[in-house]
């Protein structure tokens, strides 16, 4: 878990300077070992220790930096937390990377088929020596989890790639030719001279679509992110974004058995392949279909070595009186989450949350994100995965396999699919019901999300022969993966990573998208039923009762108690000198809305998120710019 910093300018000598670019990369590697707010780490630039410190990289035209995460339990070698550096033929390779290969034994096997040596059990120097055999289709032959920089002096550029599915973070800015980059935002922010201004486009990302964000959006004004599956290349010409990735169209000819069987193979594969590693492994276990089939085949693995899996599934305090099953949430985990570790044999663990705790962590998840995140839904995790911590480094989830196989109720409603918006926030009322008239005409919701869409909608993959429904399915297909899939990722990488925890998600592997990505509708969901296929895939993994539950989403609190501490949190920060919510904030809408039972209507945001939700998001939002200094500026 080795977190970065780094800049890069192709006319620049940083080595006539190196005291005090050393310094700044020890301020912000500083930062985010400590998770703590941009600009309050401070190393002297007269500091010796910087002169000789492995965690950072200089060249005349570049640096690097990284920073291990104190609470991080990967019992890995140093190297994997460092920067590895390796000369060849008179000329010198830098890489860093946040993240991990789960091919490296293979990709290892090979490089040495073709020469190759090691000097250390890194997947870094497996990735450096894959980037010197095949340059940047290197990228190509990685199965993992990674943001990766590579500064190449023989060719004088720097390169910076992020993961086909978008499960590490990787930002970047240009300023004057400069190029900084940060596996988190803090880590920008640390750099001086570097203000936090948020624009009317911003102001967008938040209110009308947070807590999704466009594709390499960074919220704050030039700031961007380098989007799932691709690379950014910059040197003496320049600066390039190129796709390295994305599921391509084709006919599917496989029988409904051969699909079944394939799926079987690829889930299976993707989960052993995501068990390998020294730290101590758990599953995260909520008793439906995805996490159970994660669980099951984990299980099974570590009982033919002799071990048995540590699962921990999560529940409210008090949830047990206060639950009432709805539409969208049918069912309690807890008891499901139970019958499965049984099952399976695991050493099981509930884990639990009040709603005291659940208020309290809002903001460290804003810490985690460097942004408003998804109020209770990701504070929640947050501090579950705080717990697990305490008895595991390495945890397995079940994330993904809904936006995958088709399984949210928005894949089963022609009016969802049908929609021509976004299908998790297709009513924009419940975001505008708070909101000054005054400000809701600056932001011009409807424009913003539509152009957002549209964009987003016109580079899914299509074949010439598909026909409305097929590109319809299609398209919501291509939403799902890149917008909902990845606020969800997001949010789980965030919440384990700001514990030293190491969260894998197996559905997320790009073979299992690759594959599904051209099976018919009619086979994922055969005879209509949701995950028809996964399920049929599932079959000898699960007992009956858990392989045909019907889908019930990640839980929250149904205390009102909550509801009711958020309120007066919410009131008192409104009612604070210079509160920076009264700029978008209508505080007469917003008294009625606090005076009524505000977990009725349509939710803002997915299927769960309705008023508790929308009162922690303003909470997050308020928190944000006060301690990060947010200014709001054109």
Known sequence: MCRFIGFYHPHKHYLKESRRWRAVLANCTLC?????????????????????????????????????????KEASSPSAFSIFVHESSGQTFA????????????????????????????????????????????????????????????????????????????????????????????????????????????????????PARTPGAGILKGMKEVPAGHFLLYGPDGISLTTYWKPVSRP??????????????????????????????????????????????????????????????????????????????PSRDQPYAEKMAAFLGTDHHTLECTSKTQADRLMDSVLAHDLPAMGDIDSSMLHFCSMAAGQAGTALTGECADEIFGGYPWFHRPECFNAHTFPWTMDLAPRKALLRQDFLEYLNMEEYVAEAYEASVSQTPMLPEDGPETRARRRIAWLNLTW?????????????????????????????????????????????????????????????????????????TYDTAYEALLADRLREAVHETNSPLLEFIDKKKLENFLSSPSDYGKPWYGQLMAGPQMMAYLLQIHFWIRAYKITVAD
């Open 484 to 556: 909902f899939m990845q606020t969800l990722l997001n949010r789980m990488e965030r919440a384990s990573s700001f514990n030293g925890l190491t969260a894998r998600v197996p559905f997320a592997d790009r073979r299992i998208i690759e594959y599904l990505w051209n099976v018919p509708w009619e086979m994922k969901a055969k005879n209509g039923i949701p995950k028809g296929l996964l399920r049929e895939a599932a079959k000898g993994f699960l007992p009956g009762e858990i392989l045909n539950r019907r889908k019930s989403p990640y839980p929250k």
């Open 252 to 329: 599917h000819t496989d029988s409904w058995e051969r699909t079944a069987k394939t799926t079987a193979f690829l889930v299976e594969d993707a989960v052993k392949r995501q068990m390998n590693t020294v730290s101590p492994l758990c599953s995260f276990l909520s008793g439906g279909l995805d996490s159970s089939l994660v669980s099951s085949i984990c299980s099974r693995e570590l009982k033919k070595q002799g071990k048995k899996l540590t699962t921990f599934s999560f529940d409210f305090s008090g949830n047990k009186d206060f639950f009432k099953p709805n539409s969208f949430q």
């Open 95 to 210: 890489l860093i990377m946040d993240g991990e290969l789960y091919n490296s034994c293979d990709l290892r096997d090979e490089l040495r088929r073709e020469g190759y040596s090691f000097e250390t059990s890194s997947d870094q120097e497996i990735a450096l020596k894959s980037y010197l055999e095949w340059g940047t289709e290197f990228v190509n032959h990685l199965n993992g989890s990674f943001a990766i920089a590579i500064m190449d002096t023989a060719a004088r550029r720097l390169l910076l790639f992020r993961d086909p599915i978008g499960s590490k973070p990787l930002f970047y800015t240009v300023i004057d030719g400069e190029l900084l980059f940060s596996s988190r935002l803090k880590g920008l922010l640390s750099v001086p001279g570097i203000n936090a201004v948020l624009s009317r486009e911003g102001l967008n990302e938040i209110f009308s679509l947070g």
């Open 32 to 72: 985010l070992e400590r998770e703590s707010l941009p600009g309050s780490e401070t190393v002297n630039q007269e500091d010796t220790a910087l002169k000789s410190d492995p965690a950072f990289w200089l060249w005349e035209h570049g640096g690097l930096g990284a920073a291990r995460h104190p609470k991080t």
